[in-house]
């Protein structure tokens, strides 16, 4: 059967749960992320320091510390507070990061602007960018600033485990696992070129990951560059579009929302502006904070909530506005066609 992640099944034995609880997967074996880590160059006696969101912190150190063997060491400093993450990388004596890609351009800026830190003392060889769509020549700009080599690696949605890898800003995914693209609106392999949805192919199953991309050589495995379906990925975490709906929709007098997300510098931004359709609600601060706590019950991702000043008469689906350029759009079939 064809997935998404809104399709997949109640798993069995020691589970990996999203943030947001909308996906429940088995911990996967770790042999691919390993080997992602070990093209990444990282070895034999790394420090191997990982901050990303749980549970996939956990996972991807404990790879990390089988890949960096009894002579290195890695360990699990989770996503926020970049002096925090920068006095660890200084204690646990970091050779190797592994982190999302705004994680580490914001870590660079805050370096240069706030720290007032060079970033080479800290001593990286190899930077590991995991988790979301990168902005144009981040990798090289981070390569440069941190003399180290980066590496992108591309990650399951479900489990946070590696699907593949490469290095360069050109180059097609090595996959570690079998991963292959489809159409977006059909399950079918797409065997030539266009638009194409990265999928996950399992014994039983064929997942789709929600990540989209153009192929330009048939058989190449291109690197995710958009999202597709009823998710949205907004710093490193995927945001049911559905879940939004339905929650608004309970909440009496929404006529319309707007979900606007932005890269105005190194972090995502995600505003919620919302349309009602009484006048006496616009400016009602408890159906403000009604619409505020209802994000939160949705989603970790932090979102701004505002009020559109004029009333909506008539109700309107919700839109997402990306002004990053990767969500495409919801409604699969209609992409690409």
């Not at 980066?150 to 479900?158: D, K, N």
């Amino acid at each position: 059967m064809w997935l998404t992640r809104d399709d997949l099944p109640k798993g069995g034995g020691l589970l990996m749960v999203a943030p947001d609880g909308s996906c429940a997967a088995p911990v996967p074996p770790a042999g691919p992320t390993v080997a992602a880590l070990r093209a990444a160059g990282i070895g034999a006696g790394d420090r191997v320091a990982v901050a990303l969101a749980e549970p996939y912190g956990s996972f991807w150190a404990t790879a990390a510390a089988e890949t960096a063997g009894a002579a290195g060491a890695a360990a699990s400093l989770g996503p926020r507070g970049r002096m925090r993450l920068h006095h660890a990388l200084g204690t646990m004596g970091a050779t190797a990061l592994v982190c999302t890609p705004t994680g580490a351009m914001d870590l660079l800026a805050r370096l240069h602007l706030e720290f007032l830190l060079d970033p080479l003392d800290l001593g990286l060889r190899r930077i590991v960018l995991v988790g979301e769509i990168a902005s144009r020549r981040t990798a090289r700009h981070l390569a440069g600033e941190f003399d180290a080599t980066v590496t992108e690696v591309v990650a399951s949605p479900f489990s946070g485990a590696a699907l593949g890898w490469r290095q360069g800003e050109d180059a097609p995914i090595t996959p570690v696992t079998d991963v292959g693209v489809a159409a977006p609106g059909k399950d079918a392999h797409l065997d030539g070129t266009g638009l194409a949805e990265l999928v996950e192919i399992t014994p039983d199953d064929v997942l789709r990951t929600g990540l989209a991309a153009e192929v330009t050589a048939p058989g190449q495995i291109p690197a995710p560059a958009h999202t597709v379906g009823e998710h949205v990925l907004i710093r490193g975490q995927w945001v049911s579009l559905r879940r939004l709906e339905r929650a608004l929709a309970k909440i009496d007098g929404v006529a319309t929302w707007t979900l606007t997300v932005s890269r105005p510098g190194t972090l995502d931004t995600a505003v919620l502006n919302v349309g009602f359709a009484r006048a006496s609600l616009i400016k009602n601060p408890m159906w403000q904070a009604r619409i505020r706590e209802s994000m939160r019950a949705v989603t970790p991702v932090s979102i701004a909530v505002e009020v559109a000043e004029e009333v909506i008469e008539t109700p309107l689906p919700g839109v997402v506005d990306d002004q990053r350029g990767h969500h495409l759009g919801r409604d699969r079939s209609a992409i690409g066609a």
